[in-house]
């Protein structure tokens, strides 16, 4: 096994790419890394879950986690051909393993439990999903709930109930009838895994990701992150998404570290969330890694000293704001180390080197064999000048396989893959003089609500679609506990009359997340328009912003909102209160800071 070298800045990346990409792979697929694993860690923690932070831990060693996933894999082969396998599973003990087989038998489905059943029904219908893996009614995610209508609209489906439940449609049950060898190892070009990202009718988009990328990725997270062998990882994340199904599964397993699965709600639970710091000092937690607003909503947990084993923590899902970030530094000594990327790129572009410098505000440095380009916001085809923010272009091997429905190349929605394979990412954003990328904004104002992306188009698509409105703009205003909540503006038609409460009611029945579902309807006589006649989202934003704050500050008089010269939201409150930069930064906002603090 090739050693992955400490990340410690820009020379290793070339260092690395110097390489074949193969030298850094712990194999080509994703049951290739599983079964390398067992060879090499055997006997070793694989895999511990905790159903409450104090309870007894189930515990899965590498040796075990690759019996499981191989018995698991013949089970769904039984079934013929490559079937799709969809999850609405939480992190229970048998996820990974369930998910690792699925892959390796045919295509791993993961599905939001939370989404309504109708969304959820159609993901199954366009991927022609064959079996369903859902939790029993003991499970707190509702899905148990949802099972009644998504069989009447697919009555063929096969449902597999996991976890603490009775029936002949209980999982070991329906493992011991499906008996059977564990199928050929699939190519590594071969489909492995599809995943919902946002889309742009109303409905997910479904990214296609390969064996190829996932197992580029499971390197590429676990250098990035500076995983190694013997290292433990709390999980709070949860697994339907690629973020926590690859740092807090596959990649561990490349590294031959323990990941600690922080039972089945992970950071939803509050339970856990208050439990954190002592469940990492207690397990020896080496890396921690959570979105910025369970940064931040640990931060409120926090006692000295910090776990003692503890070298960094990442951040991702959404930008951490630079005043979080020095704040969470200096009370905890625990270095911030940010990635960034989306799931058509399989997970991450870039990185800050563990082994070297954080910088409150970037997302760190591109990582070995990925490539990023800035293309100019006013001219297309022209590069960006340095320092000029613009939309980051990526291309690596881990960019994805296209969507599901659309042809592998050609394709026209954003982001897309364009001419030489490069990804619009939809964000804006600027390299600084040592090549950190710094990201300013969304081009796509996509809404951040705790690490699931809201495309606002879905809300704007069903309150467009009452006769009363006449034009509508979504934007997230910024909250302290999930980063931002979806609002909605609208302006009425003329003479039409509507309340904001009747509004939401009927548009939301056509919104299939409800985590999408607008917070507030604001009425308003007319939308700020840009000079060429769009809507102004940027004042929007503002507004949204600045109803935030004084919420917060009712008694402050002067309170005044801008976009600073990067881009981000600031904030001036006249008198300033104590601890107003504190609580402004909880939000995502920003007090202005003196340059020289702005590096740690």
């Not at 969470?328 to 625990?334: E, Q, S």
């Amino acid at each position: 096994m090739t050693a992955w070298p400490l990340f410690d800045g820009p020379a290793i990346v070339e260092q690395v790419e110097a390489e074949p990409l193969a030298t850094w792979l712990r194999g080509e697929t994703i049951p290739a890394i599983v079964a390398k694993a067992a060879e090499e860690a055997g006997g070793g923690l694989a895999h511990r879950f905790l159903d409450v932070p104090d309870g007894a831990p189930v515990d899965r060693s590498f040796d075990e986690l690759f019996a499981e996933t191989a018995r698991m894999a013949g089970a769904f082969s039984s079934l013929g051909g490559r079937p799709v396998v969809a999850s609405l599973l939480p992190g229970l003990p048998e996820t990974l393993p369930l998910i690792f087989a699925a892959s390796w038998a045919g295509v791993i489905l993961p599905i939001n439990p939370f989404l309504e059943a109708s969304a959820i029904a159609d993901m199954l219908r366009r991927t022609g999903a064959r079996v369903l893996l859902a939790e029993g009614p003991s499970g707190k995610q509702g899905t148990w709930e949802k099972l009644a209508d998504i069989h009447a609209a697919m009555p063929e489906l096969e449902v597999i109930i996991c976890g603490e439940s009775e029936g002949p449609d209980r999982l070991e049950p329906w493992l011991d009838a499906h008996a059977a060898p564990p199928p050929p190892m699939p190519a590594a070009d071969e489909i492995a895994a599809y995943f919902h990202t946002g889309g742009t009718t109303g409905l997910p988009k479904i990214a296609r990701l390969s064996h190829a990328n996932l197992a580029y990725m499971a390197f590429l997270a676990g250098f990035g992150g500076d995983m190694r062998a013997g290292d433990v990882i709390p999980c709070g994340m949860p697994l339907f998404h690629v973020g926590g199904l690859v740092f807090g599964g596959l990649a561990p397993v490349a590294a031959r570290a323990t990941v600690v699965q922080l039972g089945r709600g992970g950071f939803r639970d509050r339970a856990m969330l208050d439990a954190f710091w002592r469940i990492a000092e207690r397990e020896g937690a080496t890396i921690l890694f959570a979105p910025p607003t369970v940064a931040a909503a640990a931060l409120e947990t926090f006692a000295p000293p910090a776990p003692a084993n503890v070298r960094h923590w990442v951040s991702s899902a959404a930008p951490l704001p630079a005043a979080t970030h020095r704040r969470f530094t200096k009370a905890t000594g625990i270095a911030i180390k940010e990635a960034w990327g989306l799931t058509e790129a399989s997970l991450v572009l870039t990185f800050t080197p563990p082994g070297g410098e954080s910088r409150p505000g970037s997302v760190g440095l591109r990582l070995p064999y990925c490539e990023l380009k800035i293309r100019s916001l006013s001219d297309p085809v022209r590069e960006a000048a340095p320092g000029e923010p613009g939309v980051v272009m990526g291309r690596s091997p881990g960019l994805f396989a296209g969507y599901l429905g659309h042809a592998d190349d050609g394709l026209t929605e954003a982001p897309a893959l364009g001419p030489g394979r490069w990804l619009d990412t939809g964000d804006v954003g600027y390299f600084d003089a040592d090549g950190y990328l710094v990201l300013t904004g969304r081009a796509k104002d996509m809404i951040l609500r705790g690490g699931h992306n809201i495309d606002p188009v879905v809300i704007e698509e069903a309150f467009g679609a009452l006769d009363e409105v006449a034009a509508v703009a979504a934007v997230g205003r910024p909250d302290a506990r999930v980063g931002e909540l979806p609002v909605v503006y609208v302006t009425l038609s003329p003479g039409a009359q509507a309340t904001p409460d009747d509004l939401l009611r009927r548009a939301s029945g056509a919104i299939a997340e409800r985590a999408a579902h607008p917070k507030e309807v604001i009425i308003v006589e007319a939308m700020p328009l840009t000079a060429v006649g769009k809507i102004n989202k940027l004042s929007l934003r503002h507004q949204a912003a600045l109803s935030a704050v004084r919420s917060l500050y009712p008694e402050v008089t002067d309170i005044a909102v801008r976009a600073g010269a990067d881009g981000r939201i600031r904030v001036a409150l006249t008198p300033c209160p104590d601890g107003a930069a504190d609580a402004v930064a909880a939000l995502g906002l920003e007090l202005d800071i003196p340059a020289d603090e702005r590096r740690i």
